[in-house]
Nanobody
Framework: VQLVESGGGWVQAGGSLRLSCAAS????????MGWLRQAPGKQREMVAF????????YYGDSVMGRFTISRDSAKNTIYLQMDSLKPEDTGVYYC????????????WGQGTQVTVSS
């Protein structure tokens, strides 16, 4: 499985961005996909995730009510709509897929930078 992200950029506080993550390859092995982010000097944290074959959705506490994760199954693509952005949302956003072949493992995208200015 390969993941390609797009949609990052710069925005002023209060603005919106939408990230996309397209999966290719053995997409039938994917059991969940989502987004994590890493700010400078901080650990990577979960932003939003769809698991259990996309039946369950989870959001990080800091983005609840502002971000929305969605999926287009026909395109093997997930999206992250980010509204009411804050400077603390700045970081590199990584797409993640959990795949099961013999056992579960993680696949990561290359990351896309999101910068929110105050």
């Amino acid at each position: 499985v390969q993941l390609v992200e797009s949609g990052g950029g710069w925005v002023q506080a209060g603005g919106s961005l939408r990230l996309s993550c397209a999966a290719s390859g053995s997409t039938f092995s994917i059991i969940g996909m989502g987004w994590l982010r890493q700010a400078p000097g901080k650990q990577r944290e979960m932003v939003a995730f769809m698991r259990d074959n996309y039946g369950s959705i989870y959001y990080g506490d800091s983005v609840m009510g502002r971000f929305t994760i969605s999926r287009d199954s026909a395109k093997n693509t997930i999206y992250l709509q980010m509204d009411s952005l804050k400077p603390e949302d700045t970081g590199v956003y990584y797409c993640n897929a959990v795949i099961v072949v013999v056992e579960a493992s993680d696949v990561w995208g290359q990351g896309t930078q999101v910068t929110v200015s105050s």
